[in-house]
């Protein structure tokens, strides 16, 4: 017995280490068959390595330069892949962002829609396929134009499920609302939340949208005519307003529910 304990000892060492041996190569095998691989593992090397560029939007070849934001999505009930933004340059003076799509399985990523950040992954109607919301948009000269959108994320294929369009000038002057060509009530924000409004256990889509509604205290006409003798010091503010609007969920589309 005193020579069977130490070679018990001996051969439990060297199964554990035989088992965890085992394990890692067969995770290496995984990983570089594209299974298995985590969000954390998704670089911008692995992304260009597996994109196939140039892009839907730009004939010119780029790559994802700054990989600014990665999410876990399902693009099909037994699949884990992932939604990426990117920012890539297709010179020292032009940039862009838009999203990816990224499907270890295939060991293959493409474009999806041009998109700068990325909300909520929810399942809206409990397919095993994920909804995502997604924000777009440019800013010139204190000029912003963009929008807001709900995608089901189906295979490869993205499907704009509901869209709210959005435009701000406030960042260049009042002076584009009391004059054009920014109209006041047009959203400047919008938010998505995701409940299940009518209890038929599908999430619903509750919009919050604000928008700029008049100029403070004075007419559009006086401010512009002011700003004109004297547009260098003229400083007026903004007033805005809040909504919110609720859509039901039937047959693939969001629809507009009142409760009342």
């Known amino acids: 017995m005193k020579y069977l304990k130490p ?19 067969e995770a290496l095998v995984s990983a570089e068959k594209g299974q298995n691989i985590t969000k954390s593992q998704i670089t911008n090397n692995l992304i260009n ?31 884990i892949a992932f939604i990426a933004v990117c920012g890539v340059n297709r010179s020292h003076a ?13 060991k293959e990523a493409r474009e999806f829609l041009l998109a700068n950040y990325i909300g909520k992954v929810v399942d809206i109607d409990n397919d095993g396929i994920s909804e995502v919301v997604l924000t777009s948009g440019t800013s010139h000269q204190g000029f912003y ?21 959005l435009e701000d000038c406030s960042g260049s ?12 009530g047009k959203p400047t924000t919008a938010s998505f ?23 403070k205290g004075i007419s559009n006409e006086d401010a512009v005519r002011l700003y004109e003798k004297n547009w260098w010091d003229i400083n007026l503010d903004l007033e805005s307003d809040t ?3 609720n859509y039901l969920f039937k047959n693939g589309r969001f629809t507009p529910y009142s409760s009342n």
Not at 193 to 215: A, C, M, P, S, W
Request: hydrophobic letters at 40%; proline letters at 5%.
């Open 173 to 184: 002057s009042w002076y584009r609302y009391a004059n054009g060509p920014c109209q006041f």
């Open 243 to 245: 909504y919110i609007n």
């Open 193 to 215: 939340d995701f409940k299940d409004l009518d209890g038929d256990n599908i999430l619903d889509l509750v919009e919050t949208v604000e928008h700029y509604v008049r100029l």
């Open 94 to 106: 032009e940039g862009f962002f838009t999203s990816l799509i990224i499907r270890p399985k295939y």
């Open 145 to 165: 134009n963009g929008s807001v959108q709900v995608v089901s994320v189906n295979g490869w294929d993205p499907t704009i499920i509901f869209e709210r369009g």
């Open 49 to 79: 390595s597996w994109w196939d560029s140039p892009t839907k939007y730009n004939s010119t070849k780029v790559l994802c330069e700054n990989l600014e934001q990665i999410v876990d999505v399902r693009p099909s009930p037994e699949e």
């Open 7 to 25: 070679f018990l000892v001996s051969f439990s060492f060297f199964l554990a280490a035989y088992l965890i041996g085992a394990f890692t190569i």
